[in-house]
């Protein structure tokens, strides 16, 4: 029986990555010598980091939220958001804002109660 998933991304530098998901995201680090695990709530996410000189291959995370406009009001004010302006809904998606990671790693913040894969 699966019990959970956790993704497990590559990344430039682990220092400066956990800043960010700490500090911008709020998640809690837990370091493990080469890689570290970010946790908020139940999401969790493993980071190791990738040798000099090697490439990442840049992933794609979909985080489902309760509080979809503070969100996007906190990383706008950060300078992450993307697109910039208002927060629309997609014809096609639910209401869905993106920022990336410093390593390029495309997070999107989708309204939880509009998420129909449950």
Same mark, same amino acid.
């Given at each position: !029986?699966?019990? +959970?998933?956790?993704?497990?991304?590559?990344?430039? $530098?682990?220092?400066?990555?956990?800043?960010?998901?700490?500090?911008? %995201?709020?998640?809690?680090?837990?370091?493990?010598?080469? !890689?570290?695990?970010?946790?908020?709530?139940?999401? @969790?996410?493993?980071?190791? @980091?990738?040798?000099?000189?090697?490439?990442?291959? *840049?992933?794609? %995370?979909?985080?489902?939220?309760?509080? !979809? @406009?503070?969100?996007?009001?906190?990383?706008? +004010?950060?300078?992450?958001?993307?697109?910039?302006?208002?927060?629309? *809904?997609? *014809?096609?998606? *639910?209401?869905?804002? $993106?920022?990336?990671?410093?390593?390029?790693?495309? %997070?999107?913040?989708?309204?939880?109660?509009?998420?129909?894969?449950?």
């Amino acid at each position: !029986m699966f019990q +959970r998933i956790v993704p497990a991304l590559t990344v430039h $530098h682990l220092g400066k990555t956990q800043a960010f998901y700490r500090d911008m %995201l709020g998640f809690e680090i837990r370091h493990l010598g080469y !890689m570290f695990y970010a946790k908020r709530n139940d999401i @969790e996410i493993q980071f190791s @980091e990738v040798l000099p000189g090697q490439k990442i291959m *840049p992933s794609e %995370l979909i985080f489902y939220v309760d509080d !979809m @406009e503070e969100w996007y009001a906190q990383l706008s +004010r950060l300078n992450l958001v993307m697109p910039k302006g208002a927060l629309k *809904p997609l *014809p096609y998606l *639910p209401r869905e804002f $993106h920022i990336f990671d410093i390593n390029q790693h495309l %997070l999107r913040f989708r309204q939880a109660s509009l998420h129909t894969g449950r």
